[in-house]
């Protein structure tokens, strides 16, 4: 079975994790900060702070922007439970704005209408998080715009989006947004088998995750309440958590990072040929956005004239493994509980009816994908 995503690790990268394991801590050694100073590299933010999933990234950020009992947050239907999740954890509530049919990120017209109504209702959200969904960046000015005059605290979800670009600049450089949140899952741009990391431009926002990702512990005396009893003190100053990354995962991730543009200008050119061999069929190819180069984590279509059900049944009887993103999270039985339902975000969820996620990954070989589309070609006839 052709899988729709897959990790590359290569000898370089093995031995990067070996090494940590011959000759360096396992972790809060010295490999973290390294991954972390070259993250702020590629993406030009300021500061960063490696976690152990991109989950625990969005449920620091979510605390970094003091998100809590009371807030309300908003995020997209179209995304993986995680997305919306972190509010939860902080005790706030979650509401959703629908997606743009092209784009399939947020729906820019949609947030301006839901901001107006919010604010006559006096019930503005605290944050918002944004999803650039399959890699493709939201358009991040536009929505800095509309948030900046009420004070919405701005996050990119981009476990989609590392290594794609909007603008001048990489997903991550937080130009437009205060904090950006990655994933290092093995599906995604880059990997650490597990392990996230968010990246800020505001030094109070970093300081802020760095406690509540490492227990709300600090050892930086200038932060103390009261003097320090000797070198040995440390003082918990709020309730945090334990999402250290490792340096095991650290060194994987880091090997990984050098190898990224590759990987994406690979990504790129596969999805190339999808939209040159795909054109003529019965089906809705991803949108190009002139603002953005995307980091092609899927590969999108639409079934314009087949049952979805069908079309992903017989491909995987053919060895291809399709899957679809995503099932709306106001549909998933937790948020229906929570007083969603069926019909609250109509874009969302036409789009899960129709979507198929092609095949998509750095390692995919020109015989892979042939197959996929001389198979794809086959079952739409
Ligand atoms: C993968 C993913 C996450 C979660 O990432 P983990 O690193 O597995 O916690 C969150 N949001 C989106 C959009 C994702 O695709």
Partial sequence: MIPYGKHLVDEDDIDAVVDVLRNQFLTQGQ?????????????????????????????????????????????????????????????????????????????????????????????????????????????????R??????????????????????????????????????????????????????????KAMFERLLLFAKHGVTKDVAQYQGDSHGPWYYQQLALGYNYRLSDLHAALGLSQLKKLDAFIQRRAEIAKKYDLALADLPLKLPSVEPHSHSAWHLYMVELTEHSRQEIYQQLHAKGVGVNVHYIPIHLQPYYQQLGFKQGDFPASEYFYQHALTLPLFASMTDKEQNKVIDTLIEVLK
Avoid at 113 to 125: C, E, G, S, Y
Avoid at 172 to 181: E, F, I, N, P
Avoid at 191 to 199: D, H, I, K, M
């Fill in 31 to 143: 490999v973290v900060p390294q991954f972390e100073q070259a993250l702020c590299e590629y993406t030009k933010a300021k500061h960063c702070v490696a976690v152990n999933s991109a989950t625990s990234g969005l449920h620091v950020a979510c605390l970094a922007a003091d998100v809590g009992q009371g807030d309300l947050v908003w995020t997209v239907p179209n995304s993986f439970v995680a997305s919306a999740n972190c509010a939860l954890y902080c005790g706030a509530s979650v509401d959703f704005v629908d997606i743009n049919p092209t784009t399939r990120n947020i729906d820019i017209d949609s947030l301006e209408r839901k901001l107006i109504h919010a604010q006559r209702r006096n019930r503005l959200p605290k944050a918002l998080i944004v999803v650039h969904f399959s890699g493709l960046s939201c358009d991040m000015q536009r929505i």
């Fill in 145 to 202: 715009e509309l948030t900046q005059k009420h004070a919405i605290i701005v996050i990119e979800d981009a476990a989609h989006g590392l290594g794609g670009s909007y603008q001048q600049t990489k997903i991550g450089s937080c130009v437009y947004s205060d904090l950006t949140v990655l994933s290092f899952h093995p599906v995604k741009s880059i990997t650490s088998a597990e392990g996230g990391a968010v990246l800020t431009n505001h």
